[in-house]
T-cell receptor, first 116, second 112 residues
Framework: EAGVTQSPTHLIKTRGQQATLRCSPISGHTSVYWYQQALGLGLQFLLW???????NRGNFPPRFSGRQFPNYSSELNVNALELEDSALYLCASSPLVRQYSYNEQFFGPGTRLTVL | KNEVEQSPQNLTAQEGEFITINCSYS?????LHWLQQHPGGGIVSLFM???GKKKHGRLIATINIQEKHSSLHITASHPRDSAVYICAVRPNYGGSQGNLIFGKGTKLSVKP
């Protein structure tokens, strides 16, 4: 069974540009999570999508946004890039999360974004 | 103070040694993950725990919910175990559904 896939592997942008990162979940998984791992800061929760809707968002500015498509794949968009947006962006997926339940998350290989 | 604290930050061991990495957390949780991250960034989920103990090969994870503490043990360590080990918790307070809170990781280096 294929795991979580992310594209591109590496992305280089300049300040002020927009970046689009893509994630395909494991087949049958409906939830997609985005995390940022900036140098020296550890992993931080960015966004959670389930069944096409944004369910929760971390403490990030609105220029971090995304969406989930009907096939459950997801895009993360970062507008007006800043130097500190340089990081590894990880996507994870899990089966449907019902209220008061929790399912294990499976991680993709990540997209390394460099902002010059 | 971080909600998830790991110790030690760095650990160097000789091949064959028994290794313990600790994780303490300060919030109520519904689950705790142990993750492994190799150089290059890819993350592998080793365990998800909500109580007790789990074993997979040479890896053992335990959790004590009352004490808000978990340990990851590696028996007969090998150089291929060299990686960053990350503890992550899924908090159970309102509005947190879905997200994980991560420790800063323990960098393990196993020397041959």
């Amino acid at each position: 069974e294929a795991g979580v896939t992310q594209s591109p592997t590496h992305l280089i942008k300049t300040r002020g540009q927009q970046a689009t990162l893509r994630c395909s979940p494991i087949s049958g998984h409906t939830s997609v999570y985005w995390y940022q791992q900036a140098l020296g800061l550890g992993l931080q929760f960015l966004l959670w999508y389930d069944e096409g809707e944004e369910r929760n968002r971390g403490n990030f500015p609105p220029r971090f946004s995304g969406r989930q498509f009907p096939n459950y794949s997801s895009e993360l968009n970062v507008n007006a890039l800043e130097l500190e947006d340089s990081a590894l962006y990880l996507c994870a997926s899990s089966p449907l999360v019902r209220q008061y339940s929790y399912n294990e998350q499976f991680f993709g290989p990540g997209t390394r974004l460099t902002v010059l | 103070k971080n909600e998830v604290e790991q110790s030690p930050q760095n650990l160097t061991a000789q091949e064959g040694e028994f290794i313990t990495i600790n994780c303490s957390y300060s919030v109520g949780i519904s689950a705790l993950h142990w993750l492994q991250q190799h150089p290059g960034g890819g993350i592998v989920s080793l365990f998800m725990l909500s109580s007790g103990k789990k074993k997979h090969g040479r890896l053992i994870a335990t959790i004590n919910i009352q004490e808000k503490h978990s340990s990851l043990h590696i028996t007969a360590s090998h150089p291929r175990d060299s990686a960053v080990y990350i503890c992550a918790v899924r908090p159970n307070y309102g509005g947190s559904q879905g997200n994980l809170i991560f420790g800063k990781g323990t960098k393990l280096s196993v020397k041959p």
